[in-house]
């Protein structure tokens, strides 16, 4: 059992759709309770859960459920049951956001609410077979393609050809990337502040666009969070991630970084959160 009181600032995090979030309050195989957060206009996909019962209780907005064949309204301080087996869609059909916490007995798995992630493309073959190795002057075309793209290059600071270079040569950083079987590099990350004691900044991390949502960034920060603790003096992990980087965020929220104040004379990005991994709470 939980010791401590949990909310949506420090429960696990998840998007879906890339605009709605879930906050995990409680998540147990026999029980979970969500708290979800809709903009104006989102809706879940219509679906049905084969043994799990469900009570949505609305803490904000206005709720509009489609239940069986019935539209249900649920304004705020009400909530509606959903049995097993009823085809239900959740929707936000008001002009501001819709809160909604969600209880279901047992657990619902997966992502019951979003349309589902675009299909998790032959996992096994990309994650099994990858691996990390320290990055080549060989590998820089590739790393500096994948950092150019335009679902990439939002998310980070600056970079390019030259920039890559000086991190290779910079005694202080580590440039590392995760490749495949025939050793075609599929993403790659950057540890810096390694000859400080006490903190390494994971400085950068980035999956291939079209090798995303398949578990690579997992494998990639596992390694990159070993190399940065495997030195005995560094016992804390920080990164900077933008806040509206909610794909990213979800990432290192499940791995147990935390958000933190930045100390002085941190740089962070324009809308940057600091975000801490520390031995200490682990
Ligand atoms: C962030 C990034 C590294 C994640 O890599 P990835 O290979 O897609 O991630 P994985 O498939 O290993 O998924 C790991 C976790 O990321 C989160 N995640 C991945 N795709 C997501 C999505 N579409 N929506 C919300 N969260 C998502 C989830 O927490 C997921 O865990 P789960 O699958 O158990 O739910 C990758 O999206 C990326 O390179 N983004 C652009 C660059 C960037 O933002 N880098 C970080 C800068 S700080």
């Not at 077979?129 to 820089?140: E, F, K």
């Not at 994948?146 to 998310?155: H, K, L, M, P, V």
Request: net charge neutral; charged share 25%; hydrophobic share 35%.
């Amino acid at each position: 059992m939980a010791a401590e009181p949990i909310s949506p600032e420090t429960a696990r995090r998840a998007t879906w759709d890339d605009e709605c979030t879930a906050y995990y309050l409680l998540d147990r195989s026999d029980l979970s309770v969500v708290q979800e957060l809709l903009p104006p206009g989102a809706r879940s996909r219509a679906h049905a859960h084969d043994r799990s019962r469900q009570f949505f209780y609305v803490l904000r907005g206005d709720a509009t459920m489609m239940l069986g064949p019935r539209t249900v309204s649920i304004p705020a301080g009400s909530g509606l049951e959903v049995p097993p087996r009823v085809r239900h869609q959740l929707r936000n059909d008001g002009d501001e956001d819709l809160e909604v916490m969600v209880v279901s007995t047992p657990r619902v798995s997966g992502s019951p609410h979003g349309r589902p992630r675009p299909q998790r493309r032959d996992t096994r073959n990309l994650v099994v077979g990858s691996y990390v190795r320290r990055t080549r002057a060989g590998d820089l075309d590739t790393v500096v393609r994948i950092e150019e793209g335009s679902d990439t290059s939002r998310w980070l600071g600056q970079g390019g050809r030259g920039w890559h270079e000086e991190v290779l040569g910079d005694p202080d950083m580590e440039h590392w990337v995760l490749v495949d079987r025939l050793d075609r590099v599929l993403a790659f990350g950057i540890l810096a502040g390694l000859q400080e004691p006490g903190a390494v900044e994971l400085r950068r991390m980035v999956v291939a666009s079209e090798g995303r949502g398949q578990g690579l960034g997992r494998l990639l920060l596992r390694h990159l969070l070993e190399q940065a603790l495997a030195r005995p003096q560094v016992s804390t992990v920080w990164l900077d991630v933008g806040a509206d980087n909610l794909r990213a965020r979800s990432l290192y929220r499940s791995f147990g970084f935390e958000e933190r104040p930045a100390p002085p004379g941190a740089v962070l990005l324009d809308n940057g959160l600091y975000l801490e991994w520390s031995a200490r709470r682990h």
